[in-house]
């Protein structure tokens, strides 16, 4: 990344001269701690919330204190559980709460709200609980647009009925510093589909460091740029990479293999046998897969007042008609997707606000998000799980293209005022693909440091 302005306002003479600071995120290395400070863990509401005991004893499992009030010292994380809030005072409490925290929250800091779902609230407590539900959602929005130094702010929404451990992978992430360019998100999360798997020991090392053990992701488009990115993290993660891309890029996918101690499958994913081509070598290969990453993109690029049939088609070719083939042949009869099974897609804030000269591209990446919402219950029935990432101005070979002016517009208009970097949509994709994901199913998360573009 070369990232001029961020370089420079790190600097003791851009600090005198007024420059704005762009922050230096705190990103996971392995090895280090997952928590990096005591977090203030406190509920408003009913009888106080569903959530905040089991969120206390995550926190001090992972050896970091947990206060109930801001004090003088910083905060690493702020978490609020608003699951029973049902009334305005109830959200006036929460205010009261967060008001001091907020002040506290340290360098890459993480403030989580955990919610109920609107209709729920409803249920329960009338117009007035549905509407304080749903004010949480403009709640942390806007603080997360407030917070400074790389800190972030996002809502877990959660379904009347879905235990405490649904919301565990959810918690482990936004906490933690994979979720360092995710901010300003809402996630639904609901009982867990398919059998959850036996939690680890906290003081085993592989719990965290090697969340993906024994399980075999395939990720298409893994050659380069974002695909192998994606593939380097789950392998990291402990997962075994099938490595797909197109005949062309036959070395750079070799290279990504041999990296991840993976496999390679050159393959055109718009081929009229492609997916019964891949599942057949997941099955014949590996026995099965686990977590199945729809990475692979191309864009052509033209206004649709000069956009031709070949750009439109190849775009919709690769970024949706391929994703829509594959996942047909999952859903299959013998299909070789497992139990606990992931399916994550790739979209892109352009399928979600637009942009010019995209109009193929960003129908693509808006019908990926359809698709994601329409599988959802058929996945579910599999007792397997399908959801998106949508990525936002991230530093690619590709972004570093783009004329001075468009680049740094990319960088700038976000709450974290940078570029994220494709290790942080693959921190994303991982977290869905943990078997302790199975309460996240159709959900869309955008990976943009909050882009000040769309919703």
Known sequence: ?????????????AKQLGVPRVPVLRRHRPGDPLLAGPVLVASAGGAGGRFAKAVAAFVEENGQPVVGAAGEERLHGVVVDLSEA??????????????????????????????????????SGGAEAAAVAQALDGLVRSVAKELRAGATANLVVVAAGAPPVAIDSSVRFFLSARSAYVDG???????????????????????????????VAVVTGAARGIGASIADTLARDGATIVAVDVPAAGQRLADTANRTGGTALQLDITAADAADRLLTHLADRHGGVDLVVHNAGITRDKLLANMTADRWDAVLAVNLGAQLAINDALLAGGSPLREAGRVVCVSSQSGIAGNRGQTNYAASKAGVIGMVRAL????????????????GFIETDMTATMPLATREGGRRINSLRQGGLPVDVAEAIGWFGRAESGGLNGQIVRVCGQSMLGA
Not at 89 to 114: E, F, W, Y
Request: charged share 20%.
């Open 376 to 391: 959802a219950p058929r996945f579910a029935e599999r007792g397997a799980t399908i959801n998106a990432v949508a990525p």
């Open 185 to 215: 998100q809402v996630v639904h999360v609901a009982a867990p589909i398919g059998v959850l798997p036996e939690p680890a020991e906290v003081d085993d090392p592989l719990a965290e460091e090697r969340p993906l053990a024994g399980r």
């Open 86 to 123: 049902r009334t305005l005072a109830d959200l006036a409490a929460a205010q009261q709460l967060l008001t001091p925290a907020v002040r506290k929250l340290g360098p890459s800091g993480r403030l989580l709200l955990i919610g109920a779902e609107p209709a729920d609230a409803f249920e």
């Open 1 to 13: 990344m070369n990232d001029v302005l961020a370089s420079l306002s790190n600097t003791g003479i």
